[in-house]
């Protein structure tokens, strides 16, 4: 028996979320669309309760948004931090996808410590807001090719090199980078590094001003002769070249769900509004009855409704997957290349249907429109996903199929 239906624990943190949504983001969401880079000071008041929530929950992985504790159901599955974060960010990111990329403590950087962290680390970074910092001018898609490099120095790294689009990079405490030991041994050589704000060597050049997602700050990093304690390195130092990336690409398999249920919250909150506006129009969507019996509009808003849930099934599929141990790294890719796709076309169909309404800033759809185009790009773009699916698919390499 499939049960499809959330937890009650589940619907529990979603109905919160949705409410943080609804009151705390909507009513401030224009205003920091059209004030890129101010911070959202009302997010302070909602870190500080999310902290609360977290003193008397505990948050298994150390980070992720509203994750709760563990929850073990009689047959011995977990719908634990993977699947609460997945569905707390779905029913934030209804309300703003950039204002939930801009709290407190719930950075990208967590989701890394979380993945490939050891205990003493997890401990000493809990409750550090960490921003992630892979991306360079010449390393994009391809992450292998980083050239920040890490160099022991008796009992520090010495970190060099540059770092662009770091989300939170400029408000977080901390950025975890990824750098190369030894770029002759490829991509086993890249391991992550946990570098405090305030180090000497790492500064803040630059603040992107962007298409959406624009209460988020999305900033350009230097790192000069950076020193780093030695057990800043998350995980091993060791490199084994048959390993791949080394356990750095473990932190992709958690955190491209959460981009998913991104895309799934951005798109429910256009359909949401559309079918309202429609409504009001004296048009009500027929389920019932086959699509031929329908008129154009409802036939469009049928399919897009399908196209959601299929994104929404598989972010929850990679999400629990993750949270039972199960390998997830296709589910992970799989999730986020059809819910962000699906969150683009659902955004600007949605634009459409609603004419000059849609389009107008009187109405958020333009800009849920403008924040869902990021999803299909960051934490590896819509064809990074699907080369990553079908390598899996048919057993190849990455040396094979690129
Ligand atoms: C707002 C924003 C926030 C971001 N946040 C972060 C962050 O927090 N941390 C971080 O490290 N990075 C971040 N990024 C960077 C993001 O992950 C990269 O932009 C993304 O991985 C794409 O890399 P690129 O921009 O270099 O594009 P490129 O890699 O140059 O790709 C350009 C185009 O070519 C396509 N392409 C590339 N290679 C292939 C291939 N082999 N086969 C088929 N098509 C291919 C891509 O799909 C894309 O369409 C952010 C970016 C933005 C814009």
């Not at 309300?95 to 000493?124: C, F």
């Not at 790492?202 to 001003?209: A, G, N, T, Y």
């Not at 995980?235 to 955190?255: A, L, P, S, Y």
Request: charged share 25%.
């Amino acid at each position: 028996m499939i049960y499809l239906e959330l937890p009650k624990s589940l619907r529990v943190l979603a109905n919160q979320a949705h409410q943080i949504g609804k009151n705390v983001f909507r009513p401030i969401s224009q205003k920091y669309d059209e004030a890129e880079h101010e911070y959202p000071k009302e997010l302070d008041m909602l870190a500080a309760l999310l902290d609360g929530l977290d003193a008397g929950g505990g948050r298994p992985d150390g980070g992720g948004v509203t994750a709760l504790k563990q929850e073990r159901g009689g047959d011995g599955v977990n719908n634990g931090a993977n699947m609460a974060t997945c569905v707390g960010l779905t029913e934030l990111c209804w309300g703003d996808v950039g204002l939930a990329l801009s709290i407190p403590r719930q950075g990208l950087g967590n989701a890394a410590i979380a993945a490939v962290a050891n205990a003493e680390q997890k401990k000493r970074f809990e409750g550090v807001w960490a921003a992630m910092a892979i991306t360079e001018p010449g390393a994009g898609s391809d992450s292998a090719n980083i050239r920040t490099t890490a160099r022991l120095d008796g009992d520090e790294w010495v970190l060099n090199g540059e770092k662009i689009y770091v989300t939170a990079g400029s408000r977080a405490d901390a950025v975890v980078v990824w750098a190369t030991l030894d770029r002759n041994l490829g991509r086993a050589a890249i391991k992550s590094f946990v570098v405090p704000h305030g180090t000497p060597g790492m500064e803040v050049v630059r603040l992107d001003r962007k298409l959406g997602i624009r209460a988020s700050d999305t900033a350009s990093i230097t790192l000069s002769d950076c020193r780093i304690p030695k057990d800043n390195l998350l995980g091993t130092e060791d490199i084994d070249t048959k390993e791949g990336f080394g356990g750095v690409m473990q932190t992709f398999d958690n955190t491209r769900p959460t981009v998913a249920a991104m895309a799934v919250g951005v798109a429910r909150a256009a359909l949401d509004h559309t079918h309202e506006l429609l409504a009001k129009e004296g048009i009500e969507v027929r389920y019932r009855g086959s699509i031929h019996s329908k008129n154009a509009v409802e036939a469009e808003l049928v399919r897009m409704e399908a196209e959601w849930e299929a994104g929404r099934l598989l972010m929850l599929k990679a999400s629990w997957m993750a949270d039972n141990g199960i390998p997830n790294s296709m589910e992970a890719s799989m999730s986020k290349a059809k819910a962000a796709r699906v969150a683009n076309d659902i955004t600007l169909r949605c634009v459409e249907l609603c004419g000059g309404e849609g389009y107008s800033q009187r109405r958020l759809l333009e800009k849920w429109a403008r924040d869902s185009k990021i999803l299909d790009i960051f934490e590896g773009t819509q064809q990074i996903q699907l080369l990553i699916i079908a390598r899996r698919v048919l057993g190849k390499r990455s040396a094979e199929l690129r």
